[in-house]
């Protein structure tokens, strides 16, 4: 069976979630994109919620794009639940955040983020680093065989 490879964007502004959706397809990343507006939903998307019969399976997306400012649980929190989950703890995970904060990158490197990567201001520099994750990310990266 061939899996599609998904792409969760974890991304509360609006406008950075068009700019990042724009620069993918501008690039020719034509994945699903699955958007999760605030870090409760990521994990809902993730894992599924025991509270609701009509869920839909959790999704386990091919690469997560992740925002550290989130409302309701933070991108740290997110990618902590991520690393803690067996069946999740693998997925490849870019924090893509306008936070310059040493420590916020210390944070993710520690819980086990696979790159961190700072949002250029300019869309041309913005396209170009998409650009790059996704090539890297969805293309030239093997992950670890299914178990």
């Known amino acids: 069976m061939n899996q599609k490879k998904?792409?969760?964007l974890v991304e509360d502004n609006l406008d950075d979630e068009a700019l990042t959706i724009r620069a993918l397809?501008?690039?020719n990343i034509l994945n699903e994109v699955i958007v999760a507006r605030d870090g409760a939903e990521a994990v809902d998307i993730l894992f599924g919620t025991k509270n609701?019969?009509?869920k839909k399976e959790p999704v386990l997306p091919q690469l997560i794009l992740l925002d550290?400012?989130?409302p309701k649980i933070s991108g740290l929190e997110v990618l902590k639940q991520i690393r803690a989950n067996e069946k999740?703890?693998?997925l490849p995970v870019v924090v893509l955040t306008t936070s310059s904060e040493?420590?916020?990158r210390m944070e993710s490197y520690k819980l086990?983020?696979?790159s961190y990567i700072r949002k250029p201001v300019d869309f041309k520099q913005f396209s170009d680093a998409i650009l790059q994750?996704?090539?890297y990310w969805l293309v030239l990266n093997e992950g670890p065989p299914n178990t």
């Open 25 to 27: 397809k501008r690039n």
């Open 88 to 90: 999740t703890r693998m």
């Open 112 to 114: 086990g983020v696979n």
């Open 6 to 8: 998904v792409i969760l």
């Open 102 to 104: 040493d420590r916020d």
């Open 133 to 135: 994750v996704g090539l």
């Open 52 to 54: 609701d019969p009509d």
């Open 68 to 70: 550290l400012n989130l």
